[in-house]
């Protein structure tokens, strides 16, 4: 069964201190690992899409990566506006029509 | 360029009741997809629309009901409904004819009462 597990549940970091949120997945075959944004009581906001292994993207002070089994979220030097749940999804080649999201990473970053 | 648009915005029903949520895609966008959200937890996927049928449906009682216009605009429809119906419900739309990059909305929060 497609699963996706997100780590830490809740990470506090001060202004500036850099840090990764990690995304662990388990599908049949990976068509694609997403990751969102969500601020309280909003809707997901797209950040990335990321393919196959190896693949990165950047953007501003995010950077997301994949390998087989996991993806990584580096935040560089984040300011308290980053402040927000990270979500991870899959998108399973054998189960197309839809997201499975982990729970959650929410991120606070104090100034 | 529009986004993803949901209405009502909050709703309040009472146990048993039913209630209709409303969804218009972003521009350009003709598949639409439901998720329910509850508290601390992440969106779980309710069905997809597209071309005016329901391509794909979770693990959802037949309570949960859909629907989708010639404008893509679809609708979510929930009958008798529990206390455990409170949730956030977002619509996500996406490219014709794929589901790889889905585009919230703002949701709409559902109390149960």
């Known amino acids: 069964e497609d699963q996706v597990t997100q780590s830490p549940e809740a990470l506090r970091l001060q202004e500036g201190e850099s840090s990764s949120l990690n995304c662990s997945y388990t599908?049949?075959?990976?068509?694609?690992l997403f990751w969102y944004r969500q601020d309280p009581g909003k809707g997901p906001e797209f950040l990335f899409t990321?393919?196959?292994a190896g693949e990165e993207k950047e953007k501003e002070r995010l950077k997301a990566t994949l390998t087989k089994k996991e993806s990584f979220l580096h935040i560089t030097a984040p300011k308290p506006e980053d402040s927000a749940t990270y979500l991870c999804?899959?998108?399973?080649?054998?189960?197309?029509?839809?997201?499975?999201f982990g729970t959650g990473t929410r991120l606070q970053v104090f100034p | 360029d529009a986004g993803v648009t949901q209405s009502p915005t909050h709703l309040i029903k009472t146990r048993g009741q039913q209630v209709t949520l409303r969804c218009s895609p972003k521009?350009?966008?003709?598949?639409v997809s439901w998720y329910q959200q509850a508290l601390g937890q992440g969106p779980q996927f309710i069905f997809q629309?597209?071309?005016?049928?329901?391509?794909q449906r979770g693990n959802f009682p037949d309570r949960f009901s859909g629907h989708q216009f010639p404008n893509y605009s679809s609708e979510l429809n929930v009958n008798a409904l529990l206390l455990g119906d409170s949730a956030l419900y977002l619509c996500?739309?996406?490219?014709?004819?794929?589901?790889?990059?889905?585009?919230f909305g703002p949701g709409t929060r559902l109390t149960v009462t």
């Open positions: 990321l393919y196959s």
């Open positions: 521009s350009g966008h003709d598949t």
């Open positions: 996500a739309s996406s490219l014709p004819g794929t589901t790889y990059e889905q585009y």
């Open positions: 999804a899959v998108h399973d080649v054998y189960n197309t029509d839809k997201l499975i």
């Open positions: 629309y597209y071309e005016e049928e329901e391509r």
């Open positions: 599908v049949s075959g990976l068509r694609g």
